[in-house]
C-alpha cells in the first residue's frame, strides 16, 4: 500500500472495519483507530419498546477498542451526536416530503469522510480508512472512486458524494477483498467479531418501521389518506404516506385480483397511488445535486451527454443510459430499456464500462 502512512480508521467494531484496520497495520502503516459515537436522542416509542439501534452502540465501542487493543494501535472515540442528529432530521424530513432518503450517502460524505478528515489532519493523519467495499485507483487524471472486486459486495453506490479531490487521502483496504477472505481473515489473527453480524437496515431504524420513526420525531406529520388506483380512484386507505415507498408490495391492505405496487406518493394530496408492476417502469430520470468524479472542464457546458452504467437504488442492477446536464448542479438519464421503480430522494449513480465512478446525484 505504498510509502508508510499515518492513517485514521474508523472503526465501527464490526469485522470489515476491523480487517481494514489489521490489514493496514500489517502493511506497517502508523494506525489510529476511531470510534464515532452517534447515538443521537431519539424519541422512544413506548416506555416498554425504546427505538433501538443496530450501530454506534456501547457493545460496538467495547468490540472496536478490543480489535484495537489486539492489534497495539490507539483507540479514540469521537462524539458526533449532533451531527448526526441533523442527518436523522433530514432523514425524517424527506420522508415527509413523500421522498425516500438514503442517509448512508451523507453520512460518508459528511461524517467518516468530512468530520473524520478534518480531525484526521488535527493528529497529523494524512489519510482516513474504511472498511467499504469499493476502491479508489490511479489514472492520469489522479485518484478515481471504482467499483470493488467483488461486485455482490460493492459499496461505491453510497460513497459516489465524496468530493474527488478528497480521494488522494481515502483508503480502502477492503476493495480487493471477498467479504468470505475478510472473515477467514479476521479469524486468523484472532479477532474476535469474526463471527460479528453485519448490520443490515438504516442504523437507526433497526426494524425498519421508518414511518414510526417520523411520527415520533415529527408528531402529527403522518395522517391516514386515501390509496388510488392510476385513474384516481380510490381504493383504500393508508395510514400515512410516509410508511410507504414506490416499489412497495407487502403492506397495503388492499385485496386484489393480481399483484399491485406503490407507483407514486403525493405529499400534498396525503394520497399513495398504487398500480400493476408495469406502472412502475421508466424510460428516464432527472436528478439534482450533483457531485461529478470527471474533470470539470468535460461538463462546464451544454450539451455534455456521456454513456454509462446507471444505478438508481444500492442493491440495484446498473442499466445502460445516456446521461446529459440539463442545467447547473442538475442531470437527466434516458434508459435504453425502461428500469422499474425510479425512487425520488434515492441516489442515481453512474460509472463507466472500467467500473469508474463518473457521478451522481439525487433523484427528483
Known amino acids: ?6 492513517i485514521l480508521v474508523a472503526m465501527s467494531g464490526g469485522v470489515d472495519s476491523s480487517v481494514a484496520a489489521a490489514l493496514l497495520r500489517e ?5 489510529v483507530g476511531v470510534f464515532m459515537c452517534m447515538n443521537a436522542p431519539f424519541p422512544q416509542r413506548t416506555a416498554d419498546a425504546p427505538l433501538r439501534q443496530s450501530c454506534c452502540s456501547p457493545q460496538d465501542s467495547a468490540d472496536a477498542r478490543a480489535v484495537c487493543a489486539r492489534l497495539g ?3 479514540y472515540v469521537l462524539n458526533f451526536q449532533d451531527e448526526f442528529a441533523g442527518l436523522v432530521d433530514y432523514f425524517v424530513d424527506e420522508y415527509n416530503r413523500g421522498r425516500t432518503p438514503n442517509p448512508c450517502v451523507l453520512c460518508n460524505s459528511r461524517l467518516k469522510f468530512g468530520r473524520l478528515l478534518d480531525y484526521a489532519a488535527t493528529i497529523g493523519a494524512d489519510a482516513v480508512a474504511t472498511g467499504h467495499y469499493a476502491r479508489v485507483v490511479a489514472t492520469e487524471a489522479g485518484p478515481r472512486l471504482a467499483r470493488a472486486a467483488d461486485d ?19 483508503v480502502l483496504p477492503l476493495g480487493d477483498w471477498a467479504k468470505a477472505d475478510v472473515r477467514a481473515k479476521a479469524s486468523a489473527i484472532g479477532l474476535a467479531v469474526s463471527d460479528k453480524p453485519d448490520s443490515q437496515d438504516i442504523c437507526f431504524v433497526p426494524d425498519g418501521d421508518y414511518g414510526s420513526l417520523v411520527e415520533a ?5 403522518v395522517r391516514p ?3 388510488l388506483d392510476a385513474a384516481g380512484k380510490v381504493v383504500g386507505r393508508h395510514r400515512g404516506y410516509q410508511h410507504y415507498t414506490i416499489g412497495q408490495r407487502r403492506g397495503l391492505g388492499i385485496a386484489a385480483g393480481s ?3 406503490v407507483t407514486a406518493i403525493d405529499a400534498a394530496a396525503n394520497t399513495v397511488t398504487v398500480g400493476p408492476a408495469e406502472a412502475l417502469l421508466r424510460r428516464s430520470l432527472t436528478c439534482s445535486q450533483m457531485n461529478w468524479h470527471i474533470d470539470a472542464g468535460e461538463i462546464a457546458s451544454e450539451p455534455f451527454l456521456v454513456r454509462a452504467w446507471v444505478k438508481i437504488r444500492y442493491k440495484a442492477t446498473p442499466a445502460t443510459a445516456t446521461v446529459r446536464v440539463i442545467g447547473a448542479g442538475r ?3 434516458e434508459f435504453d430499456r425502461p428500469v422499474a421503480a425510479v425512487t425520488p430522494g434515492q441516489a442515481a449513480v453512474f460509472y463507466d464500462d472500467a467500473g469508474l465512478v463518473l457521478g451522481g446525484g439525487w433523484i427528483d
Open 27 to 31: 502493511a506497517g502503516h502508523d494506525v
Open 225 to 227: 389518506g386515501d390509496v
Open 1 to 6: 500500500m505504498g510509502e508508510r502512512r499515518k
Open 259 to 261: 399483484p399491485i405496487y
Open 152 to 170: 455482490s459486495k460493492d459499496q461505491s453506490y453510497v460513497l459516489f458524494d465524496l468530493p474527488r479531490q478528497t480521494l488522494a487521502r481515502v
Open 73 to 75: 494501535v490507539p483507540f
Open 217 to 221: 420525531r415529527r408528531p402529527g406529520a
Open 331 to 333: 442531470a437527466s438519464v
